[in-house]
Each structure stands twice: as structure tokens, then as C-alpha cells.
């Protein structure tokens, strides 16, 4: 019985070792599982952030070629303006012209002067202007007129009529026509057509006075245009008003930073509308950007009155004086407003100054009157049978065209996005409607004017 007892428990003993191994196994095994799930966790969690990084780098990817695509875009379309001006500005020659003009008939004469004869013509399948220099204005000075037209080809505004070529062996500029006529001719009524209303003449004023600030900016020199009057200012096909052809000779030679006080631009004393020249014209021969202010204030009170002649200056002074303005504004114009019309004329006397000194700065002075105003006009958009106002502000000030993607750039004026692309691409660095350096290139996109004129068009 002994031994048996003794067997038994030896038997037992054997099997709490088996058991006490079988419960350390498994408790080994719940740890390697412990371990395990918690890989098993991290591995999940990097394969959800793999996830997400290949999502973000599929979407940069795609980022990246869109932005790849525009600049493509934006390429060829700077390509494509580049060669549309190498296209319309050029050399022409001789044979050119005279086919133009055949053989310069003088049937197609618009224009004469005393600096040349005017011709409309057809070139390169493209209804133009010819100016003819006369041979006394032209000879001996090639190198000079080539060095003016090198500067006029790059001068390029909305509201100037553009220079599309030369042709330099016979002293020649070649011009964009504009089928509408003068300011002159508007105002007169001529062949009959309706009279300028005064939202009209309010928006050529703004145009007129955007452009002078643009010549007078431009750099290193500025440009002084010296024969601003109606006959040089046009309308093209939409009305949009552009200001016509100055001389050549001289054109760059007012420094507005020279330590010379009297530095400014010699003029032909044959121009004609001696009404539209500032005093000084007549006593020194020369004229300033100052001289641009004055006949510009001599437009102003043209568009007002409707009149020209002497004592038209003295009349606004004395309605203005006896509160009385209305009697003297042009009544074809319509019902002027007249808060509008006393700031209008109060502005056009003191651009009208005999002291070029006293007459005020277009920039910082006439603007600052002017640039309210452009919310008193409209464009006229043709649909169908009717018509409808358009809004200036929804125009691209570049394209002339009602804007589909407007930007602000860094000269606070809105422009469609692939007219200031195009004009920042093919290296500008000045705005195109004041001439003053941009301080920079972003253009942010306006979107309550984009949400406003997609309203207006439905």
C-alpha cells in the first residue's frame, strides 16, 4: 500500500508540472497575441496613413498638372498676343502704301495739316489711317523718327488709338481706323446722327483724362500729347472713345525729374485749334504735360456746353458765380445732374488756369474727381432688338469686353484675368491703365463682381 500511495502522488506531482507548463504556454501565448494585435493595429494604422498620403499626393499630382496646363495656356496665349502684335505692328513698304492709298488718291484724304496728309486705306486685307509726313517735316530726321516709332509701338491703351505700322522710307505712320468718327463730328451731329447724351460725354471725359495720365507716367520721359482737341479723338465700333495721333518729333523730350524748370516739348506753330493750347504755347513755343491739363479743361467745358469759342470760359465762371450753371449746359446732352455738372465745371476752370502752375495734377487732383463718376454711366449692349445698359465696371478695361473671370491687380483696377496674364507674361511691369510700376504681379480673384455680372447676364 505504501508503494502504491507513494506512486500516486509522484504521478500527481507530474501532472501539476504539465499543468503549471501548460499554463505558462499560454499565458506566453497571450502575450505574443497581445504583441501581435498591437503590430497588427499599428500596421493598419500605417496603411490608412499610406492611404492618405498617396490620396494627397494623387490630388497634388493632379494640382500640379492643372497648373502645368495653364501656364501652357498662358504660354501660347502670350505667344499667340505677341504674334498678333508682330502681325499688326510692321514694317510696310513703299508699294504697300501706295496700293493702300492707290497711288494716293485724293479722294480717300480724311485729313491735312500742316505736319502731313490723312488717308484711309485698306492694307494687308485691314481697313487703316495713313498719315503722309510732309517732306519738310520727314527729311533728315530718320534715325529720330525711327527711335519715336520704336517708343509709339509699345505704347499701347484702351483708350489711344494704336499704331499698327510704319513705313520708314517714306516717312509714313500707319494707324487703326475708327469707322465712328470725331468728338467733333459727334458733337456737331454730323451725317445726322443723335447727339452725345451727357453719360456719354462723362465717360469720354474719364477715358480722355485716363489716357494723359497714362502719357504722362510713362518712363524714363514722359510723354506729352500736345494737340488734344475733338478733331483728334475718335470712336470705334462700340463708341468707346480713343485719343487720336500727336506729333512724333519731340515726343519723349519733357523729362518730369530734370533740375530744368523749363524743360518741355517743342510744337509746329502750324497745329490748328489754337482755342485747345494752354497760353504758354503762344509766348515760348513749348508745351508741358500742364499743357495737356489745359486743353483737356477746354474738352470739359466743350462736352458741358457744347461750345467752343472765347468767351465760353468767362460764361461758365459767371453761371457758376450766380448759381444759374443749367442755362448755359448743353441741352442735347439731356438732364445733366447738376451736382455733377458743377463739378465738372467748377474742375474744367481750374484746369483752364493761365498759370500752368495753378492748374491741378490729373493723377492726384482730376482723377480723384473724375473716378466717382464713372458710376453715372453705362455701356450700351445690343440683344436681340433691345438694348441693354451694361455696367463700365463689368468691362475689361484691356478687352473692352464684359468679364467672364475678373482680377484685381496690384493698380487696384479689375481686369479680365487673361487680358492682365497676358500683358504680365509679355513682361510688363507697369499698369496698363496708369503707367506706374506695379508693386506686384498676384491678381486676386473678384468673385462678388464675377457673381454680379453672371446676375446681370441671366
Request: proline share 4%; charged share 25%; net charge negative.
Amino acid at each position: 500500500m505504501k508503494m502504491g500511495e507513494g506512486g500516486g502522488a509522484s504521478e500527481l506531482d507530474g501532472m501539476k508540472r504539465k499543468l503549471d507548463e501548460v499554463v505558462e504556454e499560454l499565458r506566453v501565448c497571450r502575450e505574443e497575441k497581445s504583441v501581435l494585435e498591437s503590430r497588427i493595429a499599428d500596421s493598419e494604422m500605417e496603411v490608412k496613413e499610406l492611404e492618405e498620403k498617396i490620396v494627397s499626393a494623387v490630388e497634388l499630382l493632379k494640382s500640379v498638372r492643372k497648373q502645368r496646363d495653364e501656364m501652357v495656356v498662358q504660354r501660347d496665349n502670350a505667344i499667340r498676343r505677341a504674334n498678333v502684335i508682330k502681325e499688326f505692328f510692321s514694317e510696310f513698304s513703299h508699294e504697300e502704301i501706295e496700293g493702300a492709298t492707290q497711288n494716293f488718291d485724293p479722294l480717300l484724304i480724311v485729313s491735312e495739316s500742316g505736319c502731313g496728309i490723312v488717308y484711309k486705306g485698306v492694307i494687308r486685307n485691314t481697313e487703316v489711317v495713313i498719315k503722309m509726313l510732309r517732306s519738310n517735316k520727314f527729311e533728315g530726321k530718320s534715325v529720330e523718327f525711327q527711335q519715336e516709332v520704336d517708343i509709339l509701338s509699345r505704347v499701347r491703351h484702351p483708350n489711344l488709338v494704336s499704331l499698327i505700322g510704319v513705313c520708314s522710307k517714306a516717312g509714313c505712320l500707319v494707324y487703326e481706323y475708327l469707322p465712328n468718327g470725331s468728338l467733333e463730328d459727334r458733337l456737331s451731329c454730323k451725317d445726322n446722327t443723335p447727339p452725345l447724351s451727357w453719360q456719354t460725354r462723362v465717360r469720354i471725359a474719364v477715358e480722355i483724362c485716363s489716357v494723359l495720365i497714362f502719357l504722362h507716367s510713362h518712363k524714363p520721359l514722359s510723354i506729352v500729347h500736345g494737340d488734344l482737341k475733338p478733331a483728334n479723338i475718335f470712336f470705334d465700333a462700340n463708341f468707346v472713345s480713343k485719343v487720336g495721333v500727336f506729333d512724333i518729333f519731340g515726343l519723349t523730350s519733357y523729362d518730369e525729374n530734370s533740375a530744368n524748370a523749363d524743360n518741355s516739348c517743342s510744337r509746329s506753330s502750324s497745329m490748328g485749334n489754337v482755342e485747345y493750347l494752354a497760353p504758354e504755347f503762344f509766348t515760348t513755343g513749348k508745351l508741358t504735360p500742364k499743357s495737356d491739363v489745359y486743353s483737356f479743361g477746354n474738352i470739359l467745358l466743350l462736352l458741358l456746353t457744347g461750345r467752343s469759342d472765347d468767351g465760353i470760359l468767362k460764361e461758365v465762371q459767371d453761371t457758376l458765380e450766380k448759381g444759374n450753371l443749367s442755362d448755359i449746359l448743353d441741352p442735347s446732352a439731356g438732364d445733366w445732374p447738376f451736382v455733377l455738372a458743377q463739378q465738372l465745371a467748377h474742375l474744367a476752370l481750374r484746369c483752364c488756369e493761365a498759370n500752368r502752375k495753378s492748374r491741378p495734377d490729373l493723377r492726384l487732383d482730376v482723377w480723384k474727381v473724375l473716378e466717382p463718376m464713372k458710376a453715372s454711366y453705362g455701356t450700351t449692349l445690343s440683344l436681340g432688338k433691345v438694348q441693354h445698359r451694361v455696367p463700365t465696371y463689368f468691362m475689361c478695361p484691356i478687352f473692352q469686353e464684359i468679364m467672364r473671370d475678373p482680377c484685381v491687380a496690384a493698380d487696384g483696377f479689375t481686369y479680365e484675368a487673361e487680358a492682365i496674364k497676358a500683358w504680365l507674361d509679355s513682361g510688363h511691369s507697369t499698369s496698363p491703365m496708369t503707367n506706374l510700376k506695379l508693386e506686384h504681379h498676384n491678381l486676386i480673384p473678384n468673385y462678388s463682381l464675377k457673381s454680379a455680372i453672371q446676375e446681370w447676364q441671366h
